[in-house]
C-alpha cells in the first residue's frame, strides 16, 4: 500500500522573523561559480571588497583550489557618486594581470541597492575599449537580498547564455548536431559525469557551466592565473544551434532559465528532469538522453544499475523505516530524497533555505512510493529545523546534507552525511559522485555502512559479521 | 618575477633594492587586484566575535551572515552564544521600505530567546544606504530589555578592514566602564587582542595567574560582557594585535589613565619578552622573580624539543602574508629560531612603521608587501622557491596549487601557536608540513612523469 506524502504544518512553529544559521548563501556566490567554470574567464563582483573575499573563501573551503574573484571595491565615495569609475578601473586591471577572454560579473546587494546601470556602464566601457583587444563582457543581476546562491547561479547561467548566444553559430569542434546540458549546482564529479555519459553516447554536448576542471585541477609547477578548463566562449555562442537543451533540476519549473530562453527566442527544444540521483530519477535521465540522441543506453550503464539494484537488496534490511532529515539547496534535497525513498528509508523532514515555491511538489513527485509521512519545508534555517525535529518528535536516523548540518547532527546525537555544497569539514567534498547509476551506489554504500557503523558502535557486544 | 599593477608598485618593496621606496599602505585596495583583504564588516566581526555570551546579528541580505557562521577558532568556557549565526535576512520589500521593523522584531525575538548580556547589531553596506536608522532601534530595544544593545557600523564600503576593527572598538567603549571595579587588584591588567584561537588565552592567562597578575578582562578572548564593564578597573592594557586594539587602548588611556603596552605572544622571544615587560611594569620584585622561574620552566621544557626540529628545518625558506603586520615580526623571529629564513613578508593592513620594522627585522633580497593579491604571491612563491607559507585560507590554494607548504596562522586555526606550548605546536606544524613526504611526488619536484624511480 502506497500513500502521498502530505504537508504537515499541524504545529506551526514560531514565526521567526530573523534567519538563525542559515541554510542558505547569497546570489553572487552561486554567480561567480557560474562565471568559473566558463574557459578563460574572470568573475567579477560589481560592489564592496568584502564580498569578493567572503566568497572566495567560502568556495575555497569547499573546492580547496585557487578561487580568484575579482571586485570594483566600493569605497564611500563611489556608494554615492556611482562605481562607473571603480568598475572601468577594475575591468582594466582585471584585463592586464588576467588576460581573460572574458569577465563576468555580477552585482551585489549595494550596487542593485544604489540602481547602477550596468548596461549603460558596460556599454560605455565597451565604446572606449573599442579597436582594442578586449575580453567579452558578461553581467549578471544577483542582488542579495533576494533567492539564494542557487537563484544567482541560474540566474547566471540564463544570463550568459542570453548574452552570448548568436543564432546560427555553430562550433567548428561539432560535426553532429549536439546538445546544450545545463546541469545545475553539481559536484567536479557529477560534471565529468554528464561529459563521459554525453561521449558514450556520441553525442557532442556544451555543459554549462563546467567547473570540473577549473576547480578541480592538477597540482602544478606554475601558478596558471585562470585554470584551464571550462565552457568554451564559441560554444556558448552557439547554444541557439544545438538540437536541444536538457536541464536538471525539479524545481526549475517556476524560473525563467537558460533553457526555457533558448526555447522561446531560438526554438531549441527544452527538456528538463531532476537530477539523476538514485534509480528512478537516473532512469528518467537515460531516457531522456535515448530520446534525445537517439541512442540506446551503453551497456556500461546498464550494468552499473543492475550492480546498483542487487546492492540495494543486499543492503535493504539495514535501512527499512529507517528516518533521515534531507536539507541543502532544492533539487539536491529533492534528488536524494528520490533517493532515500526508493530504498525504504522516510525521509522525515526535506528542508531548504531556498525558496523557488517548487520544493512540496518535487518532493511530492518522487516520493508516491513512502509510506509515512514527509515533511516539507522550503526558507527554512537550521535553528527551524532543530525546533520542528523536536516539536514533531521526528527522531531521525541520520542527517544528510551539507557540513551546515553539522551542528545540528551534533546536537541530536545522530550522523550526518556529508553530500552537496559546502563541505568544509572533510576532503574531497567536491569530488563525490551524486549523480548516475555510480552516484547512487556510492551514496547507498556511505548511507548504509554509516548506519552500519552506528550499529556496531553502539552495541555491548560489536558483532564482527553484519 | 610577478606582473605588478603600475598602481600597486609602490606597495612592494625588496629590502636592499637601489631605489627602496618608502613603502606605500593604509590605502583602499586597488579595483581589480583582488586583494585578499575583507571590509569593514569583517574587522568588526573580527575583533568582536568572540564575546560569547551576547548575541551577535548581522543586519542586512543573507550572506554576511552566512560567510561569518563559526567561522572563527574562537573557545568560550561557558556561552556559545557567538557560534550561533543571526540576520535580518532582509528582502526586497525591506530594501524598498527600509529594515528598521525587521530589525526590532529580530531583536526583541533573538534576546527573549537566549537571554544575552548584549546584542551587537552589525549594520552592512546596504543599512545605511536605505536609511535605517540603526541607533535608534538600538536604544529602544536596549531600553524594554535592559540589556546594552549596540550598533556596529561596519558597513562593508565605508572604508578597509581598520575602519572596522575602529567601529567594533566604539562599540566596546560604550560598555566598558559600566560596571563595578571593586576588588580588583592593583597588579591587574585586561588582555586585549588575544582571540582564544584554540584556547591560546588560557594558555595566556595561566601565564598571568602564575606570575601573580589578576586578569580584568580578556575583551576578546573567550569575552563576557560583564568583565568588559569592569575593564576599566585594570591597572594596565597588554595589547596584541596592535592593529585592532590599539585604538581601544588609547581611547581608556584618555578617558581612564590606563597606560597600555604592545606585546606579542608568538614566539620564545617575544612571549618572554611580554611577561617581563608587564612584570617590570608593576615594578614588583617577587613578581619579576616569578616570572623568571616560569620562563625559565617553560623554556627548559620546550627547548630541547625545539632544538630537534631545527636539525630538519635549517636553511628552509618561508614566506608570510597575514592579516597584520604586528604578528609577522614574531613570525620571522619564531622562523629564524628554527633556522628558516623569510624570504617573503606582507600584510593586509600593515602600516609604515610596521613595514619600516619589518625591513628592519629581515633579510637582503626579502620581498615586503602591503595588501597583495594571488597573482603577487604565487610569482613570489615560485621565484623565491619557498618551502612553507604561511597564512590564512585564502592563501592555503595558492601555496598547495604549486605544491608548497602550508601554515594556518590564521582565525580558523585550531592548534594554538601562541605562547611557549603554542612555539612548540608551530614547530612541529612547520615540521610537518616541511617534512611530508608529498612534496616529492609533486610536478614542482619531480615534474610529470611517470616514469618510475629507483
Known amino acids: 500500500m502506497s500513500s502521498q506524502p502530505r504537508a504537515t504544518n499541524r504545529v506551526p512553529p514560531p514565526n521567526w522573523v530573523s534567519t538563525r544559521n542559515p541554510c542558505k548563501a547569497c546570489a553572487p556566490l552561486g554567480a561567480a561559480l557560474v562565471m568559473r567554470g566558463i574557459a578563460g574567464a574572470v568573475p567579477f563582483l560589481h560592489g564592496s571588497q568584502g564580498c569578493a573575499t567572503y566568497m572566495r573563501r567560502y568556495l575555497i573551503s569547499h573546492f580547496r583550489e585557487p578561487m580568484d574573484i575579482a571586485t570594483s571595491g566600493f569605497s564611500e565615495a563611489t556608494t554615492i557618486f556611482g562605481g562607473g569609475a571603480n568598475l572601468r578601473q577594475g575591468l582594466q586591471n582585471v584585463t592586464s594581470q588576467y588576460h581573460p577572454e572574458l569577465i563576468g560579473i555580477a552585482t551585489t546587494c549595494l550596487t542593485e541597492t544604489i540602481g547602477e546601470d550596468m548596461h549603460g556602464l558596460l556599454h560605455e566601457y565597451r565604446k572606449m575599449k573599442e579597436g582594442t583587444p578586449s575580453p567579452a563582457l558578461v553581467h549578471v543581476s544577483t542582488p542579495s537580498y533576494t533567492g539564494t546562491h542557487i537563484d544567482g547561479f541560474h540566474d547566471a547561467v540564463r544570463s550568459v547564455v542570453e548574452q552570448l548566444a548568436e543564432a546560427g553559430a555553430t562550433p567548428s569542434a561539432y560535426v553532429d548536431r549536439f546538445l546544450n546540458m545545463f546541469p545545475g549546482m553539481v559536484s567536479t564529479e557529477d560534471l565529468r559525469f554528464l561529459k563521459d555519459v554525453a561521449k558514450d553516447f556520441a553525442v557532442p554536448v556544451t555543459l554549462f557551466p563546467d567547473y570540473s576542471e577549473t576547480l578541480d585541477g592538477p597540482s602544478m609547477e606554475k601558478y596558471e592565473k585562470i585554470p584551464e578548463g571550462g565552457t568554451t566562449i564559441a560554444q556558448l555562442r552557439a547554444t541557439p544551434s544545438a538540437k536541444a537543451s536538457l536541464e536538471l533540476g525539479r524545481t526549475l519549473r517556476t524560473k525563467n532559465t537558460a533553457a526555457s530562453y533558448l526555447q522561446e527566442h531560438f526554438n531549441v527544444p527544452a527538456k528538463r528532469i531532476g537530477l539523476p540521483i538514485g534509480v528512478h530519477e537516473t532512469d528518467i535521465f537515460f531516457a531522456a538522453m535515448e530520446k534525445l540522441t537517439g541512442h540506446k543506453t551503453p551497456d556500461k550503464y546498464r550494468e552499473e544499475r543492475g550492480r546498483l539494484i542487487d546492492a540495494y537488496v543486499d543492503g535493504h534490511k539495514?535501512?527499512?523505516?529507517?528516518?533521515?532529515?534531507?536539507?541543502?539547496?532544492?533539487?539536491?534535497?529533492?534528488?536524494?530524497?528520490?533517493?532515500?525513498?526508493?530504498?525504504?528509508?522516510?525521509?522525515?523532514?526535506?528542508?531548504?533555505?531556498?525558496?523557488?515555491?517548487?520544493?512540496?511538489?518535487?518532493?511530492?513527485?518522487?516520493?508516491?512510493?513512502?509510506?509515512?509521512?514527509?515533511?516539507?519545508?522550503d526558507g527554512v534555517d537550521f535553528m527551524t529545523m532543530a525546533e520542528e525535529t523536536q516539536m514533531k518528535d521526528l527522531k531521525p536516523d541520520f542527517l544528510i546534507g551539507s557540513s551546515k548540518g553539522a551542528k545540528l547532527a551534533r546536537e541530536l546525537r545522530v550522523p550526518l552525511i556529508r553530500v552537496g555544497f559546502p563541505i568544509h569539514d572533510r576532503v574531497g567534498g567536491q569530488r563525490i559522485l551524486h549523480l548516475g547509476y555510480r552516484g547512487a551506489q556510492q551514496l547507498f554504500d556511505l548511507v548504509v555502512n554509516t548506519l552500519l557503523e552506528v550499529k556496531q558502535d553502539s552495541s555491548s557486544i560489536g558483532y564482527s559479521y553484519l | 618575477m610577478a606582473d605588478i599593477l603600475r598602481e600597486r608598485e609602490r606597495q612592494v618593496h625588496r629590502k636592499g633594492q637601489a631605489n627602496a621606496l618608502p613603502l606605500d599602505c593604509e590605502k583602499q585596495s586597488v579595483a581589480g587586484s583582488v586583494s585578499q583583504r575583507a571590509c569593514v564588516f569583517c574587522?568588526?566581526?573580527?575583533?568582536?566575535?568572540?564575546?560569547?555570551?551576547?548575541?551577535?546579528?548581522?543586519?542586512?541580505?543573507?550572506?554576511?551572515?552566512?560567510?561569518?557562521?563559526?567561522?572563527?577558532?574562537?573557545?568560550?568556557?561557558?556561552?556559545?552564544?557567538?557560534?550561533?549565526?543571526?540576520?535580518?535576512?532582509?528582502?526586497?520589500?525591506?530594501?524598498?521600505?527600509?529594515?528598521?521593523?525587521?530589525?526590532?522584531?529580530?531583536?526583541?525575538?533573538?534576546?527573549?530567546?537566549?537571554?544575552?548580556?548584549?546584542?551587537?547589531?552589525?549594520?552592512?553596506?546596504i543599512v545605511g544606504v536605505i536609511g535605517d536608522d540603526v541607533e535608534a532601534v538600538c536604544k529602544r530595544v536596549s531600553l524594554e530589555k535592559g540589556i546594552p544593545v549596540l550598533p556596529v557600523h561596519s558597513e562593508g564600503f565605508k572604508g578597509t578592514k581598520k575602519d572596522g576593527y575602529r567601529a567594533a572598538c566604539d562599540a566596546l567603549l560604550q560598555i566598558v566602564g559600566t560596571g563595578p571595579t571593586e576588588e580588583i587588584s592593583p597588579l591587574s591588567i585586561n588582555i586585549l587582542g588575544d582571540f582564544n584561537l584554540a584556547g591560546e588565552t588560557w594558555m595566556i592567562r595561566d601565564y598571568y595567574a602564575r606570575m601573580g597578575v589578576q586578569v580584568v578582562s580578556c575583551i576578546t578572548g573567550d569575552g563576557r560582557i560583564d568583565e568588559i564593564r569592569r575593564a576599566h578597573g585594570a591597572a594596565l592594557n597588554v595589547v596584541q594585535c596592535s592593529g585592532s586594539m590599539t585604538y581601544l587602548a588609547k581611547s581608556m588611556k584618555e578617558k581612564y589613565g590606563i597606560p597600555f603596552m604592545r606585546v606579542s605572544y608568538f614566539g620564545v622571544e617575544d612571549m618572554s619578552k611580554s611577561l617581563y615587560d608587564v612584570a617590570r611594569h608593576f615594578k614588583d620584585k617577587e613578581m619579576l622573580k616569578r616570572t623568571q622561574g616560569i620562563v625559565r620552566t617553560e623554556l627548559e621544557r620546550i627547548i630541547p624539543q625545539l632544538a630537534e626540529y631545527k636539525k630538519a628545518l635549517q636553511g628552509k625558506r618561508a614566506a608570510i602574508y597575514v592579516g597584520g603586520a604586528f604578528k609577522a615580526f614574531s613570525l620571522v623571529s619564531a622562523l629564524r629560531h628554527l633556522g628558516m629564513t623569510t624570504v617573503m613578508v606582507g600584510s593586509q593592513t600593515g602600516s609604515k612603521e610596521d613595514y619600516g620594522e619589518l625591513r628592519e627585522i629581515c633579510d637582503e633580497g626579502t620581498i615586503i608587501v602591503d595588501d597583495s593579491n594571488p597573482l603577487e604571491l604565487s610569482s613570489f612563491l615560485e621565484e623565491k622557491d619557498v618551502d612553507v607559507f604561511i597564512g590564512g585560507v585564502k592563501e592555503r590554494p595558492i601555496a598547495y596549487k604549486l605544491g608548497i607548504g602550508f601554515c594556518d596562522h590564521n582565525h580558523e586555526r585550531k592548534e594554538a601557536l601562541a605562547g611557549f606550548e603554542g612555539m612548540l605546536n608551530f614547530a612541529r606544524e612547520v615540521y610537518g608540513s616541511v617534512m611530508s613526504p608529498v612534496w616529492q611526488l609533486t610536478p614542482r619536484k619531480r615534474g610529470n612523469s611517470l616514469e618510475v624511480v629507483k
Open chain 1, 318 to 377: 539495514y535501512l527499512f523505516g529507517k528516518r533521515a532529515i534531507v536539507f541543502g539547496d532544492e533539487d539536491m534535497v529533492v534528488g536524494l530524497t528520490s533517493l532515500l525513498a526508493e530504498i525504504g528509508v522516510i525521509p522525515v523532514l526535506c528542508a531548504s533555505g531556498g525558496k523557488s515555491g517548487a520544493l512540496a511538489r518535487s518532493i511530492a513527485e518522487v516520493t508516491t512510493h513512502v509510506r509515512g509521512t514527509v515533511a516539507v519545508r
Open chain 2, 43 to 125: 574587522g568588526s566581526r573580527v575583533v568582536l566575535y568572540p564575546i560569547a555570551d551576547a548575541v551577535h546579528i548581522v543586519h542586512g541580505p543573507i550572506g554576511c551572515a552566512s560567510y561569518t557562521w563559526d567561522i572563527r577558532g574562537a573557545l568560550s568556557s561557558g556561552p556559545e552564544l557567538h557560534r550561533l549565526s543571526f540576520s535580518t535576512d532582509l528582502h526586497e520589500l525591506d530594501v524598498v521600505h527600509g529594515g528598521e521593523k525587521k530589525l526590532y522584531a529580530a531583536l526583541c525575538e533573538l534576546i527573549d530567546a537566549h537571554h544575552p548580556k548584549a546584542a551587537f547589531v552589525y549594520a552592512t553596506c
